[in-house]
T-cell receptor, first 114, second 115 residues
Framework: KAGVTQTPRYLIKTRGQQVTLSCSPI?????VSWYQQTPGQGLQFLFE???????NKGNFPGRFSGRQFSNSRSEMNVSTLELGDSALYLC?????????????FGPGTRLLVL | AQKITQTQPGMFVQEKEAVTLDCTYD???????LFWYKQPSSGEMIFLIY??????QNATEGRYSLNFQKARKSANLVISASQLGDSAMYFC????????????FGTGTSLTVIP
């Protein structure tokens, strides 16, 4: 099976712009979770989508949003970028049937905001 | 709420030696799981090993084993016969309570394998 894929791998944006990141889960997985990783805050949960519905949400401002399509692919959007949004954004997929199941991560998107 | 603590920011190990990476946790869930992930400098989080709280035996996956001590709330990762390719960040994680898939992660341990 193909693993989790994320596009693009690298992005450079300027403050005030918006950005859309994409994640394709492992075939058959219906849950997609997004995480932000920064040196200062570590790994922080953004949100989780399951069957096109947001099932969980972390403590991030409304500038961070996401969605999931019927094929389970997910996108996250960050509007009005700030310097502090520079981070590695990781998505993870899992079947979505059990909260104890393993999450499989993609290679991440490195976002740099100038 | 769940909490994961990794107290070793950095560790060094000689090639071919064994190393233990510490992880302690706190949870009120009667049933839970502990996960370990490896993150090389490329950024991808690679799943290594899983331990369920009711598993009778400690989990093992190749050179990785989990020293699970439920009473002490610790789930330490043991890497045997370290290889240069083991140099990476290692994260301990556990699912949040309730529905859905959300993991809490520790702050990670940076492991450097010395030739």
């Amino acid at each position: 099976k193909a693993g989790v894929t994320q596009t693009p791998r690298y992005l450079i944006k300027t403050r005030g712009q918006q950005v859309t990141l994409s994640c394709s889960p492992i075939s058959g997985h219906r849950s997609v979770s997004w995480y932000q990783q920064t040196p200062g805050q570590g790994l922080q949960f953004l949100f989780e989508y399951f069957s096109e519905t947001q099932r969980n949400k972390g403590n991030f401002p409304g500038r961070f949003s996401g969605r999931q399509f019927s094929n389970s692919r997910s996108e996250m959007n960050v509007s009005t970028l700030e310097l502090g949004d520079s981070a590695l954004y990781l998505c993870a997929s899992s079947p979505g049937r059990d909260r104890q199941e393993t999450q499989y991560f993609g290679p991440g998107t490195r976002l740099l905001v100038l | 709420a769940q909490k994961i603590t990794q107290t070793q920011p950095g560790m060094f190990v000689q090639e071919k030696e064994a190393v233990t990476l510490d992880c302690t946790y706190d949870t009120s869930d009667p049933s839970y799981g502990l996960f370990w992930y490896k993150q090389p400098s490329s950024g991808e989080m690679i799943f290594l090993i899983y331990q369920g709280s009711y598993d009778q035996q400690n989990a093992t996956e190749g050179r990785y084993s989990l020293n699970f001590q439920k009473a002490r709330k610790s789930a330490n990762l043991v890497i045997s016969a370290s290889q240069l390719g083991d140099s990476a960040m290692y994260f301990c994680a556990m699912p949040r309570g309730g529905t859905g898939n959300q993991f809490y992660f520790g702050t990670g341990t940076s492991l450097t394998v010395i030739p």
